[in-house]
């Protein structure tokens, strides 16, 4: 048998050879905290799961779902929208659930990229923007995230000949890894920059609600147009704490709604009716278990920030996600450093390089763990004395 080529361009995925390393030394006995994935580790609330529950127990919920989702799910979704970002949304046309917003963003590649196609893909990103490129038969081709430049791309520095050919801008704000944040003003400009070279744009945005000091990031649908050129994808994972149950939301342009709806219906069955009521529990519940986690992130994001400036790193506190983005001391890279932390303390972080080239003075620290792992974590780290290279 002979496995598609498609495969052989595909680079292993970041967090199974990192998962691999980490199983191996567990393996050995050794106690390795990981501050790897981003996953809450705070439970699904209470009146989301009974909503489940109750939903599970009604047969009409046994058989097959509509790949367009429950009307009153869209709704939820439309009505969240509205009430969060005063963005009026369609439920019948601009709304469509997802299998997480993974599966979407996986999916909408194959909806617009063709063989040779160009997106453009911030470098760096979540992996899945540019390997579902690939997937497509496309050309990522990467837009630099600079520091200096707060982790926003510089659009107008886009090649002519590049931009005018690309078929998909990817952005994502609060963004994983950096930490970054993005105005109303750069969106606008966001969709300007679509509108001249005719591309779409595909905005991630499932950290709106993962904050600190009050921040309120905007959506990218509140810029004017932004309907015209793009989507935006939207996740129950992080603000709900539902990672383990796939729910996800696209919503925006209705056209590329419609493509997006038209391979799945093909490709997946819809999303489990009993995860769909859940998913109106929380859209349209009690919104505190969100304020009341991110309080918990926010101490241990100061705590944490503070002890890597003190070892060498620097970390910039974010105003959104539950990642630091820290830059690695001179003279290491990203895996260098990744290695020396594991081998020599049994800390598990992700190497920059994970998340594209640009990535690689860096490391990424999820606060995700447990206060009593994330207290050995800052022990280990506090008393750390450094062997040079
Ligand atoms: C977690 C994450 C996702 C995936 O969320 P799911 O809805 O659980 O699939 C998408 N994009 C980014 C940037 C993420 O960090």
Redesign the pocket.
Known sequence: MQVANRLSKLPPYLFVTIDKKIAERQAAGEDIIKFTI?DPDSPTPPHIIEGMCHAARNPANHRYPDTKGLPKLRQAIAAWYKKRFGVILDPDKEVLPLI????G?GHMSLCFIESGDIALIPDPA?P?YSLSTIVAGGKPHPIPLKEKNNFLPDLEAIPEKIASKAKLLWL?YPN?PTGAIANLDFFKNAVRFAQKNNLAICH?A??TEVVFDGYKPPSFMQAPGAKEVGVE?H?L??TYHM?GW?I?IAVGNEQMINALFRIKTNMDSGIPQAIQQAAIEALRGPQDCTASYNYILQQRLDKLVKVLNGIGLTARTPKATFYIWARVPQGYTSIDFTEKLLDEIGIAVTPGIGYGKEGDDYIRFSLTLADDRLEEGINRLSTWKRRDK
């Open positions: 981003g997480g917003s993974k599966e963003i979540y899945v994502n994983n991630d499932p950290y994808f996740s994972s992080k990672t796939r996800g």
